[in-house]
């Protein structure tokens, strides 16, 4: 049973940083796929950075320069080092995964596992 828990959410003005982590469990494969996902009110859920188990990223283009997503060496936890915030940035992150990436790594159906979310709120 694959459970991913996020933290690092907060309040923070434009122009600051944040770094977000995503706790996972219950599965031994190294082989996942990991992504970041937010959906600020209204929108729909968004792909923001994907990570393959070979340590390839791929990055939405409204935060490709500002964005980091990494991994820890025993690919249990998941990071987004979120730089040069923007009010826009606001919205609910959240990780998931899937056994292998895929093409379309920034829809939400390619993903079998999701965390709880953690909020962002940049002003």
């Known amino acids: 049973h694959v459970q991913l828990v996020e933290s690092g959410g907060g309040s923070v003005q434009a122009g600051g940083s944040l770094r977000l982590s995503c706790t996972a469990s219950?599965?031994?494969?190294?082989?996942?796929?990991m992504g970041w996902f937010r959906q600020a009110p209204g929108k729909e859920r968004e792909g923001v950075a994907v990570i393959d188990s070979d340590g390839v990223t791929s990055y939405a283009d409204s935060v490709k320069g500002r964005f980091t997503i990494s991994q820890d060496n025993a690919k249990t936890t998941l990071y987004l080092q979120m730089n040069s915030l923007k009010p826009e940035d606001t919205a609910v992150y959240y990780c998931?995964?899937?056994?292998?990436?895929?093409?379309?790594?920034?829809?939400?159906?390619?993903?079998?596992?999701w965390g709880q979310g953690t909020q962002v709120t940049v002003s």
């Open positions: 219950g599965y031994t494969s190294s082989s996942f796929c």
């Open positions: 998931a995964a899937v056994i292998q990436c895929r093409a379309d790594w920034n829809e939400t159906g390619t993903y079998n596992y």
